[in-house]
């Protein structure tokens, strides 16, 4: 039987084939489906979202250690926050065959940065593969466990934006049935003391050697001869858009098991052909092993490191083709920047926020990073998860101590908070600051889709389970200014701004309000009843001062002509702000 699957979705059919039985993450774009898919398989797999990445690595690790095969995903950043696990497993390595899914993104799509998650490959010594659509995503989950268990390693599967989320075709195959395998106490091999990883960095020294020399025999990695004046090494989506380009025209060395690199491989198939390009996304990873093994090739002098690869970069710059396109007239098209949902519990909150005089406002990463946008301007910076409360703290401490009127303001959401923020809280309250910090509750994560997470009252895998009150984890750090609030309701807002910044010790305002795409729960309906409706502008009232247009809704239009603001009734959900904002009250509330 064959399906159209994403990469990710073949991943899933490949981690149930494979034998795989537990798998975790935190959610992250493009990596998210891969969780959401698996946990459909409740009997056959144990799916859950962890609070962070490090603990859905950890996690993995223990499952694998007591004989299960097991893996984690996450996007490339996320690999960051995971790190310190990773380079000790490389160390120990496992006992049931484990991977773990770097998601990276090439473009910046959904992410701070452009990072290449190959070189974690090289950095922690352990294997790694890439598929480059959805057939190889399934098929190599398996070839990932039967390595990890023959080689006694970890395994970085690596896939991009591109893979992830294109579909091809997949044949689909029956459940491998795998044993558990026996725990057995070994703390020669587990208890990761110097004395003992001393050894066995000795042992994974040795591995890679092995590995080495599989890579040039899998037939993970493998040869398409065609005209021989041009030979192409690549792996991932790089390859797709080889053969997009250059077809029969080229010689390809598609490589599916990139660390350790073939290097004999490479070397034979560089002396057959002419002219030898690498052609990988982003960085030289490649490229740069294989010039230091002294084989001539042409890579980064001519392809960009910058920004999404595409077929069309490639034409231009390796045979001077430039692709036709659709011509059209592109400035009549509109500027269409992302921005708050029409309703999101967030613009009320930052509308308020950005009235405030002598504030640096740290931001996060989630929906709440538009916050920066046009035209509520109410963030300063942003840098990675749960940096925004460490940043303010940090920030707060230099004002303070040069004499500056000036405070720090921290905003981050409910997800982000259970992420990295419970610790950088800690840290505020521990050195004695008077940040102030924002948790922004919308129920839910939001950015990446609507996951469950600590805060929302059910797992992954849709079982019933305890909310973690962020009121109270607050409290219980040491906080004793605590206010919540509804951020619709701005008086509410202005109010406690105006409270927390007459304070001179650490102080936590709380907005709960569910998102406004939000699957009610039933405790939800409960806590905010049944709060959809529209707003309409009585024309006759409205003067045209765009006061509520500089809410950023973007169900509210400015007619030139007639110089009146409209509502679209079909984006408006009747959450009220504009209506406290417009100064000649021509905004009402109709219908419930």
């Not at 070994?186 to 080495?212: G, M, T």
């Not at 400015?558 to 959450?575: A, L, S, Y």
């Amino acid at each position: 039987m064959f399906k159209l699957l994403t990469g990710n979705e073949a991943v899933v059919q490949g981690a149930y084939e494979a034998g795989i039985a537990y798998a975790s993450a935190y959610p992250g774009t493009p990596s998210t489906e891969i969780l959401e898919n698996i946990a459909q398989y409740k009997q056959e797999i144990i799916a859950e979202w962890a609070p962070n990445e490090k603990v859905a690595l950890e996690s993995a690790i223990g499952a694998s250690l007591a004989g299960a095969r097991s893996m984690a995903a996450m996007k490339m950043v996320g690999v960051n926050v995971a790190a310190d696990p990773l380079f000790s497993f490389a160390y120990s390595g496992v006992n049931g065959g484990f991977m773990l899914i770097s998601a990276d993104d090439p473009g910046l799509h959904s992410s701070q940065n452009e990072q290449d998650n190959r070189y974690y490959a090289k950095f922690a010594k352990i294997a790694m593969v890439e598929p480059s659509n959805s057939q190889d995503a399934k098929d190599m989950v398996r070839a990932a466990m039967e390595i990890s268990e023959k080689y006694d390693t970890p395994v970085l599967f690596r896939m991009t934006t591109r893979v992830c989320h294109s579909k091809s075709i997949v044949e689909m195959g029956e459940r491998q049935a795998v044993d558990k395998k026996i725990y057995t106490k070994n703390l020669q091999k587990y208890d990761l003391v110097p004395a003992v990883s001393r050894k066995l960095h000795v042992a994974l020294e040795d591995k890679l050697k092995k590995l080495e020399i599989f890579s040039n025999e899998t037939d993970l990695n493998y040869i398409e001869w065609n005209d021989k004046k041009i030979g192409i090494i690549a792996a991932g989506i790089a390859y797709q858009y080889a053969q997009e380009v250059f077809g029969e025209k080229a010689s390809y060395l598609k490589l599916g098991f990139t660390y350790p690199l073939p290097m004999d491989k490479i070397r034979a198939f560089a002396n057959e052909v002419e002219n030898l390009y690498v052609i990988e996304e982003l960085e030289p990873f490649m490229e740069e092993q294989i010039k230091a093994a002294g084989i001539p090739c042409i890579g980064k002098e001519k392809i960009p490191n910058i920004d999404e690869l595409t077929p069309d970069i490639i034409a231009k710059v390796l045979l001077n083709e430039k692709r036709p396109l659709i011509d059209y007239d592109n400035t009549i098209v509109a500027n269409r920047p992302p921005t708050l949902c029409a309703g999101c519990p967030h613009r009320g909150f930052f509308y308020e926020l950005a009235k405030l005089k002598n504030v640096m406002i740290t931001g996060d990463i989630g929906c709440y990073g538009l916050g920066g946008a046009e035209p509520l301007n109410a963030k300063d910076c942003c840098i990675c998860m749960g940096a925004s409360i460490s940043m303010g703290h940090g920030a707060q401490k230099v004002y303070n101590k040069f004499n500056e009127n000036k405070r720090a303001i921290a905003t981050i959401g409910d997800s982000t908070f259970f992420h990295t923020g419970i610790n950088s809280l800690m840290h505020v309250v521990y050195n004695r600051s008077n940040t102030i910090t924002c948790i922004l509750d919308n129920r839910i994560t939001g950015m990446t889709g609507h996951q469950e997470n600590p805060g929302s009252g059910f797992t992954l895998q849709g079982m019933p389970t305890k909310i973690i009150d962020i009121a109270e984890v607050v409290k219980a750090l040491g906080i004793d200014h605590i206010r919540t609030v509804n951020p619709l309701k701005l008086k509410e807002v202005k109010d406690a701004f105006t409270w927390a910044m007459e304070l001179d010790e650490p102080s936590v305002i709380i907005t709960r309000w569910p998102c406004i795409l939000k699957k009610l729960s039933d405790q939800d309906k409960t806590e905010f009843g049944n709060y959809i409706g529209t707003c309409k502008v009585k024309e006759t009232v409205c003067i045209g001062c765009k006061a509520c247009i500089r809410t950023g809704c973007p169900a509210l239009r400015f007619n030139k002509e007639t110089k009146k603001v409209k509502i679209d009734e079909k984006q408006c959900v009747g959450c009220e702000v504009c209506l406290q904002v417009c100064p000649v009250k021509a905004i009402e509330r109709v219908g419930e």
